[in-house]
């Protein structure tokens, strides 16, 4: 698939290392409560529950280049089933590497993203979680047509307990 500036593509096992990268880089995790992955195994570990996820459904987490640079993985990000609660639901989720931030890639994946899931997925809904101080994330979830419509703890047992917001856009 692609956009106007970006091509997606599926995973493959040789791309542990770019995401290791990715994934692994503090930077990319400031708002990630679990921090970055520990090593290439964790990442490696990941990838194969990506493939295996497009494997049985279909779609899944892309691998982002952009068309000038296809060879180059700036991120990873798609739809992918994930249990809120109770509830198993259909979330967009992307991480962008640090050199490709400000490029205004994150919007441009997410809308393509929404598209694809409504027009192609047939999909009634999709949500999303984003920590209530990643101030970058929820621009590009409210951009693209995402309403909050309520918080998750999504650590439970945590003193204090620590939450996301939840967006969802409806297929219309």
Excluded: C
Excluded at 115 to 128: G, V
Aim: charged fraction near 20%; avoid cysteine; glycine fraction near 10%.
């Amino acid at each position: 698939m692609r956009t106007s500036r970006l091509l997606l593509r599926r995973p493959v096992a040789d791309d542990a290392e770019n995401l290791f990268a990715i994934y692994g880089d503090p930077r990319t995790n400031a708002y990630n409560p679990h921090g970055p992955y520990p090593n290439l195994d964790q990442a490696k570990t990941v990838l194969a529950t990506w493939i295996t996820h497009w494997e049985q459904h279909g779609f899944g987490q892309w691998a982002i280049s952009s068309a000038d640079q296809p060879e180059k993985i700036i991120g990873y990000g798609g739809l992918a089933f994930k249990m809120y609660g109770d509830k198993d639901t259909l979330n967009l989720g992307y991480r962008f590497g640090v050199d490709s931030w400000g490029n205004g890639y994150a919007t441009e994946f997410a809308t393509e993203t929404l598209r694809y899931a409504f027009a192609d997925l047939n999909a009634p809904d999709i949500s999303a979680l984003v920590r209530p101080l990643n101030t970058p994330s929820i621009r590009v979830l409210e951009k693209i047509g995402m309403n909050k419509i309520g918080i998750l703890e999504d650590e439970p047992g945590v003193a204090g307990g620590r939450y996301s917001l939840l967006y969802r856009a409806e297929h219309s």
